[in-house]
């Protein structure tokens, strides 16, 4: 899988929210993003595939 980039706006307050849980996670704050991602209850999506596939 490639890698992409996200930018990101959030407030200088949430963003040492985030740093402090990461440091304290000894993780970096792409794995925590990454995790709450994953955590997301949504339509299963195809590993081959960016989108989502169709629940009825």
């Known amino acids: 899988m ?5 930018n990101l706006r959030i407030s200088e307050r949430r963003l040492n929210k985030l740093r402090l849980y990461a ?3 000894d ?3 792409t ?3 990454e995790d709450y991602i994953d ?7 195809d590993k081959n595939s960016d989108t989502p596939s169709r629940v009825e």
Do not use: D, F, R
């Open 2 to 6: 490639k890698s992409k980039t996200l």
């Open 31 to 33: 794995h925590v993003i």
């Open 23 to 25: 440091a304290k996670k």
């Open 39 to 45: 955590s997301l209850k949504i339509p299963e999506i």
């Open 27 to 29: 993780t970096t704050m």
